[in-house]
């Protein structure tokens, strides 16, 4: 059974994988917007942002990723949206394959293609001044961090690509990812933050996910910071994942019925 699952999983990440590169457009369009946006900050605001860091561009990567992961995971939700309405999802499900390598096929598929993309954005981020002191160690586990943080919001994503009526709708939840890094520590320290926007700040996932990256990423020694981090990653996983297999049970057994 287990045998059965992997092979079916290759054939589904294989798929997946195969309508990424010949529509190289996407990882194009989620790998430019934070380029961009690490050469504006680091160009044009770097300057005038006081962070204590060595580099504004050390500083700034780690959230430059985050934003980079969470514009990613919506093609997740949209690739699944088009099987879904394209009825691939549902002639899957007639086939002699197991029901979930479907959703796990999309969900590497996503691992992938963001692995991509960070990679990209770290190779622009050298000639900018980016350089770690940190050993193979905190680097696996900067990555590790990354991937489970990838990991947690594409099982986010696979919600809307299950339930959504229209492709705005798949697309509508990554809006708020984007938007989690910017209100964080990502660009500026939460201290000169005003006291609310400190309070929210503080207490979301980004900010966690950002400093344990960041500290990891400089060689510093970790504290709290990567426990926070992964506390975050396991509970947004844990939840997106039991929501996710309970909207795809709905779909399969709507879909059963109407047969």
Known sequence: MKSRFFSDLGVMFGRSMRHVFRSMDTVITVTLMPIAMMLLFVYVFGG??????????????PGILLIAIA???SYAAFRLFADVQGGIFERFRSLPIARSAVLWGHVLTSL????????????VALPMGF????????WLAAAGILALFTLALTWVAVIPGLTARTVDGANAFSYPLIFLPLVSSAFVPTRTMPGPVRAFAEHQPATAIVDAVRVLLAGRPVGSDIWAALAWCAGILLAAYLFAMRAYRRRASGAAARA
Do not use: H
């Open 48 to 61: 005038a942002i006081q962070t204590g860091a060595a580099g504004y561009v050390n500083y700034l990567l």
């Open 71 to 73: 514009s990613g995971v």
């Open 112 to 123: 992938v293609s963001n692995a991509i993309s960070v990679a990209v954005i770290l190779l």
């Open 131 to 138: 350089r770690s002191s940190a050993g193979i160690l905190p």
